[in-house]
């Protein structure tokens, strides 16, 4: 016997807004949800110039005439990248802007004058999701792009046997609020409603299949998700 959707996000409603004063507001079925508040602060997939880069984040550095000096690198742990050259350069909690500003003033120094220089942002892997529930690997996963709802459980290994396809719920703060939605994978995957983007800290927990088993991967979420909503 499985849960319907209405009563599976009034469920989760009760078990993680009693944990936070403000509560949870349940954004619906299938239903399209905001992107989160970090999105304005990352820019992640949208290209906005105010994405502060991370550790491991993939850079592609460009310089406009020399492309020797052009290639990907990878930030470090310390935040750090290094170019031909110019060596070190600090990179992480800059915006694409800044760095770019940074490489050129360290390659006019010595090298060259009025340096064109560009950065793109490859893999955003400083970005993470957290997948929970029925799912082949539950865990932790960075975001590399633009990544789907369907193509974030594909991170986590699939769906397990007993997982619940139309028990997906997405937990998302928008606008300093706590949401929660709910998806039906088989119409996402037949095409009925889109395929919803996520985001970093995005929290996505797949129930699993009958009453009780549901109710319980609940409970089994309830801490991390508490914490996740604490206000």
Request: with cysteine.
């Amino acid at each position: 016997m499985k849960i319907p959707a209405w009563i599976l996000a009034w469920l989760i409603l009760v078990l993680v807004g009693c944990s936070s004063p403000g509560g949870v507001r349940d954004v619906g079925r299938n239903e399209a949800m905001p992107p989160p508040d970090t999105s304005i602060l990352y820019g992640l997939h949208a290209g906005a110039s105010e994405y502060r880069i991370g550790a491991q984040d993939l850079l592609q550095i460009s310089v406009l005439g020399v492309p020797e000096l052009s290639r990907d690198v990878r930030v470090n742990a310390n935040g750090q990248i290094s170019l031909p050259l110019i060596g070190g350069v600090m990179a992480g909690g800059q915006t694409i802007p800044e760095l770019e500003q940074s490489v050129a003033e360290k390659l006019m120094e010595s090298y060259l004058q009025n340096p064109q220089v560009s950065v793109f942002v490859k893999e955003y892997t400083s970005q993470r999701v957290t997948l929970e529930g029925a799912l082949n690997k539950p865990g932790i996963y960075p975001l590399t792009g633009t990544t789907t709802l369907l193509q974030a459980v594909a991170l986590a290994g699939g769906l397990d046997p007993m997982a619940q396809r139309d028990g997906v719920v997405v937990f998302r703060q928008v606008d300093g609020e706590k949401m929660a939605a709910v998806f039906d994978l088989s119409k996402i995957t037949d095409g009925t409603v889109d395929d919803p983007q996520v985001y970093g800290d995005d929290i996505i927990v797949v129930t699993r299949s009958g009453t009780r088993s549901s109710l319980q991967e609940l409970i089994k979420s309830a801490p991390l998700l508490a914490l996740f909503f604490l206000l």
